[in-house]
């Protein structure tokens, strides 16, 4: 169903309140629909989960009237990080308000994203711990490498060996910094997939939602923190 109000794509459960609640970013230049595969994959596993598939709407010069989150004209390393935190105060205004109004906790929300939506994601994480349980991020990468990992949110990686777009390079760095940091994280790489939301990505992101133990979890059943 659609919500007016807030641009996207909203699907709610027939039992109240969800269990779960996903909220999806799409990537730049693309829209909510393209990511009806992911989400109606998930609602398989999910059905009694609320989905939210948001529309980065915002129009930046020299986008070509492009959906994005942040603007990608001209950005660099230098200026990325900053984009990125100016787009965080509307995203950490939408969690919020879904999960208030949708009666979810935020152990069971994960916030999900492809490309430049991923990279939302994964800044999220570091810039609100514990906000959401699960970070999934599709062909993403950190604007800048964190010097923390989250303690109260599983990070997943999923990118494609052949993605000619954000390489696969910045997932490596970004499962060994938050491995280093003893971060909860995994990684998928996908031979032979370009910058795409490809049907393997998505059955590895089943496995890892339905199979992944957080280290913290072992670690406190094990007494060790």
Not at 36 to 45: C, E, I, N, S, T
Not at 82 to 108: I, S, Y
Not at 162 to 177: F, G, L, P, T
């Amino acid at each position: 169903m659609m919500d007016d109000s807030y641009h996207g794509i909203e699907w709610l459960p027939h039992s109240r309140p969800p269990k779960q609640l996903y909220i999806l970013l799409h990537g730049e230049g693309s829209s909510p629909s393209d990511l009806l595969p992911l989400a109606k994959r998930l609602q398989d596993h999910y059905p009694d989960a609320a989905f939210l598939l948001p529309d980065g709407t915002q129009a930046f010069p020299g986008s070509d009237h492009r959906r994005q989150w942040y603007s990608a004209a001209g950005v660099t390393e230098e200026n990325l990080p900053a984009r990125v935190a100016e787009a965080m105060v509307p995203l950490h205004a939408r969690v919020r308000g879904a999960q208030d109004r949708l009666n979810v906790l935020p152990p069971d929300t994960a916030l999900l994203g492809f490309s430049q939506g991923a990279t939302l994601a994964l800044e999220y994480s570091s810039a609100h711990d514990g906000r959401v349980g699960r970070v999934l991020a599709f062909s993403g990468r950190y604007a800048r490498l964190p010097d923390r990992a989250p303690e109260l949110t599983t990070i997943h990686l999923f990118h494609g060996k052949d993605d000619s777009v954000v390489s696969m390079a910045h997932a490596q760095a970004a499962y060994e910094r938050l491995s280093s940091l003893r971060g909860d994280v995994t990684m998928d790489i996908a031979s032979s997939v370009g910058h795409q939301l490809h049907p393997a990505l998505i059955e590895r992101a089943i496995v890892r939602l339905e199979t992944c133990v957080p280290l913290r979890s072992w670690e406190r059943a094990l007494g060790l923190k």
